[in-house]
Structure formats: C-alpha cells, structure tokens
Nanobody
Framework: QVQLVESGGGLVQPGGSLRLSCAAS????????MGWYRQAPGKQRELVAT???????NYAGSVKGRFTISRDNAKNTVYLQMNSLKPEDTAVYYC???????????????WGQGTLVTVSS
C-alpha cells in the first residue's frame, strides 16, 4: 500500500510564495506521473501541474509562469513552488501519483489527503 503525505500549505498574502511537498511511501517499485490538483470551495477539482518520471512538466494555463513543479525520484517526492500567488489560487491542493509495486504490475493511482492554501490579505 502506498501513501502520499502533503505539506507546506498555509496562509499567504497576495503576491507571496509557498512551496508544497508530497512524499510517497510504502510498497513502491516505481512512480510514473506525479501531479498536483486543487479544489476551491464550491468548485470541481482541477489540474494544476503534472510531471513525468523523466521530469517533463505540464501546467494549467492559469498557473503557467507562476508555479513550478519538480520531483526528486530518489526521495519519491514531488514539489510545487508557487509564486505570485493570487486570491483565486485559494484551494485545497492534492497530490496524485501513478505507482506500481513490481515491474509486472499495472500502474495504480493514489491521492494525498490535501493541504489548504489560503491567499488573502
């Protein structure tokens, strides 16, 4: 069983920065795509950014140029550096990872529990 634990959320003023981390632990042979999603109150969960196993990133248009996703494969950890934060970035941020326990297994998806980011003055 694999677990994802997010950290780094909190309250920040508009224009400020935060760095989120998400560490995977458990029976892991390899992790493929990792990503960050967010869900604001009253809205559906949406993609923020994803990153492949070889480090290729993909961003939602609303965060491109402000957010940077990265990963440390040795630590099974993905990061989200968020700069120039806006009030509309306020949401619970969730981490997701595609993982498998052996080379013969298909990839399964697991979600973290979420971390709250509040952008307000």
């Amino acid at each position: 069983q694999v677990q994802l634990v997010e950290s780094g959320g909190g309250l920040v003023q508009p224009g400020g920065s935060l760095r989120l981390s998400c560490a995977a632990s458990g029976s892991i042979f390899s992790i493929n795509v990792m990503g960050w999603y967010r869900q604001a109150p009253g809205k559906q969960r949406e993609l923020v950014a994803t990153i492949t196993g070889d480090g290729s990133p993909n961003y939602a248009g609303s965060v491109k140029g402000r957010f940077t996703i990265s990963r440390d494969n040795a630590k099974n950890t993905v990061y989200l550096q968020m700069n120039s934060l806006k009030p509309e970035d306020t949401a619970v941020y969730y981490c997701k990872a595609q993982h498998r326990a052996t080379p013969r297994d298909r990839y399964l998806e697991v979600w973290g529990q979420g971390t709250l980011v509040t952008v307000s003055s």
